[in-house]
Structures are given as C-alpha cells and as structure tokens.
C-alpha cells in the first residue's frame, strides 16, 4: 500500500544535540509537509516542499530546517533542540498545493529532549 | 493565529449515540477538511467540503458547512469504540494555498 513513512517513532536526545527526522512516501506526491504538534494541540505547520521549492512558515524558528534529496525523502533538522521542542513531529503529502488537497500524514516521530 | 476552533473540546458518549463536533471559523474559506487522530498515531482524512456545498456523507459520517455562520460540523452516528479519538477541522483560506488545522475535539465512545 502507498504510504507515509517515519523514522524513528521515538526519539530521545539531549538538550542541544542536532537530531534528523526523516520521512518518506510511496505516493508520489509533489507536496510533503512538517508539522510540530504538542499535546493535545493542533498540529502547526513548520514547512513544506512543493517539488523542491522550500516553503518556511513565518513563525518557524531557524533552529529548524529541512531538505527534500528527491520525491520521496524529506528530512527535518533541529540544530540545536531544548526543551520546548518535545513533541509529536508529523509528515505529510499531498498530490498538489492548494488547501482544497487532502493531506496523508505518517504516524509522526515522538520527540523527547532531555 | 488558529483559523479553526472545535467545540466541545471533549465529548464522551455510549457506543451506539451520535457525536455532533463543531468548528467555527474567522474569515471566508475556499474549503473545510474534517480529520482524525487515534492515539498516538497521524492524522487520517474523513472528509472535505467545498465553500458552495451545504451537506455531505460519508457512510456513517455527515458534515455541513454554513458559510454565513462561519461554522461546520461533523456528526458521526451510532458510534462506535472504534471511533474514539480526536478529531480536527483544517480550514482552507480563500488566498492561501495550504490548511490551518484547529485544536481538535478528543470523542471518548464507551462500549
């Protein structure tokens, strides 16, 4: 089946300690996405690739960054986690930009800092 | 700032109830998305519908959209406890070209 794939599901460094996410997808989609989501809130949306356009949300902070190698990778980088960057990190694709496109999220990577 | 905002924050109800979810919204959308999340897990898409569309179904799922009242909601019938988890509404801007997803409303359904 087609799908959105993260690794790991968890994650535990320590304050400071650049850590990678990755994601990747089997659909082919043009769009895939990062989200930051805390618990029991809204996933917020840090960035997206459309193709290999970078898209940064006003508000990300620039500790964290992305690449997208090809189609079916992308990769999150926090340079320099604390504390306020435990959560719950989501990936997603979509066929295409617009905010009529369904997105389809992977199970997200569980990010611990201590 | 959160385009969406869902009401009741938390919902707990019988297997076999419905479950009424609403989602109020700022300013005009192109589109409202309606998403769900178990525990622990990503989101899944249930359902979209369109700024023109007033009602739509989707097996056990029905959504509406009033426009003039800023508003949707999400009713999902003779419940389940399989249908526990929380559940999102991503709203689409007229001039943007992404979703802004809201706080989500967590649907507890007891067997």
Same mark, same amino acid.
């Given at each position: 089946?087609?799908?959105?794939?993260?690794?790991?599901?968890?994650?535990?460094? !320590?304050?400071?300690?650049?850590?990678?996410?990755?994601?990747? !997808?089997?659909?082919?989609?043009?769009?895939?996405?990062?989200? %930051?989501?805390?618990?029991?809130?809204?996933?917020?949306?840090?960035?997206?690739?459309?193709?290999?356009?970078?898209?940064?949300?006003?508000?990300?902070?620039?500790?964290? %960054?992305?690449?997208?190698?090809?189609?079916?990778?992308?990769?999150?980088?926090?340079?320099?986690?604390?504390?306020?960057?435990?959560?719950?990190?989501?990936?997603?694709?979509?066929?295409?930009?617009?905010?009529? !496109?369904? !997105?389809?999220?992977?199970?997200?990577?569980?990010?611990?800092?201590? | 700032?959160?385009?969406?905002?869902?009401?009741?924050?938390?919902?707990?109800?019988?297997?076999?109830?419905?479950?009424?979810?609403?989602?109020?919204?700022?300013?005009?959308?192109?589109?409202?998305?309606?998403?769900?999340?178990?525990?622990?897990?990503?989101?899944?898409?249930?359902?979209?519908?369109?700024?023109?569309?007033?009602?739509?179904?989707?097996?056990?799922?029905?959504?509406?959209?009033?426009?003039?009242?800023?508003?949707?909601?999400?009713?999902?019938?003779?419940?389940?406890?399989?249908?526990?988890?929380?559940?999102?509404?991503?709203?689409?801007?007229?001039?943007?070209?992404?979703?802004?997803?809201?706080?989500?409303?967590?649907?507890?359904?007891?067997?």
């Amino acid at each position: 089946d087609a799908m959105v794939i993260q690794n790991p599901r968890y994650q535990v460094t !320590q304050f400071g300690k650049p850590v990678t996410l990755s994601c990747s !997808q089997t659909l082919n989609h043009n769009v895939m996405y990062w989200y %930051q989501q805390k618990s029991s809130q809204a996933p917020k949306l840090l960035f997206h690739y459309y193709d290999k356009d970078f898209n940064n949300e006003a508000d990300t902070p620039d500790n964290f %960054q992305s690449r997208r190698p090809n189609t079916s990778f992308c990769f999150l980088d926090i340079r320099s986690p604390g504390l306020g960057d435990t959560a719950m990190y989501l990936c997603a694709t979509s066929r295409d930009l617009g905010a009529g !496109q369904p !997105q389809h999220f992977g199970d997200g990577t569980r990010l611990s800092i201590l | 700032s959160q385009q969406g905002e869902e009401d009741p924050q938390a919902l707990s109800i019988q297997e076999g109830e419905n479950a009424t979810m609403n989602c109020s919204y700022k300013t005009s959308i192109n589109n409202l998305q309606w998403y769900r999340q178990n525990s622990g897990r990503g989101l899944v898409h249930l359902i979209l519908i369109r700024s023109n569309e007033r009602e739509k179904h989707s097996g056990r799922l029905r959504v509406t959209l009033d426009t003039s009242k800023k508003s949707s909601s999400l009713l999902i019938t003779a419940s389940r406890a399989a249908d526990t988890a929380s559940y999102f509404c991503a709203t689409g801007l007229t001039n943007a070209g992404k979703s802004t997803f809201g706080d989500g409303t967590t649907l507890t359904v007891k067997p």
